[in-house]
């Protein structure tokens, strides 16, 4: 009998799609200084989010996220610690991110697409 090894799922929390109205910045905090980062959005939880960046960014560095609704105040920079860092095939890199502080709830629904889920679909394809 052969023994499968499963990748542990470390998420405590659903990630969702951003809305396409949804304005992303990131900031990487080297020596000091802040740096913006070119970035994409591609999901979202309370606790963390997975962006493209054009850089790598070393595990364990501190970034500050903005995000930003239409219609919605706009809210300080969260900040973040990099969990993870893969390089795209692509182009550029797929970072994953945990917020030091919860995101307020009202303010993750303003952010998330939550439109496919209730056709029955995954949010996540």
């Avoid at 740096?35 to 994409?40: A, D, E, F, K």
């Avoid at 795209?88 to 307020?104: E, K, P």
Wanted: charged share 25%.
């Amino acid at each position: 009998m052969s023994k499968r090894h499963y990748k542990h799922n470390r998420r405590i929390a659903a990630r969702r799609r951003p809305k396409e109205t949804t304005k992303t910045i990131c900031v990487a905090y080297e020596g000091g200084v802040g740096r913006h980062i070119g970035v994409t959005l591609l999901d979202v939880s309370l606790f963390g989010a997975g962006l493209v960046v054009a850089e790598p960014l070393a595990v364990g560095s501190e970034v500050g996220i903005g995000l930003e609704v239409i219609g919605e105040v706009r809210r300080p920079v969260v900040a973040a610690a990099v969990v993870s860092c893969e390089p795209l095939a692509a182009g550029g890199h797929r970072v994953g991110v945990r917020f030091h502080q919860r995101l307020d709830t009202a303010f993750f629904q303003a952010l998330c697409d939550f439109s496919e889920r209730k056709r029955g679909r995954s949010s996540l394809a």
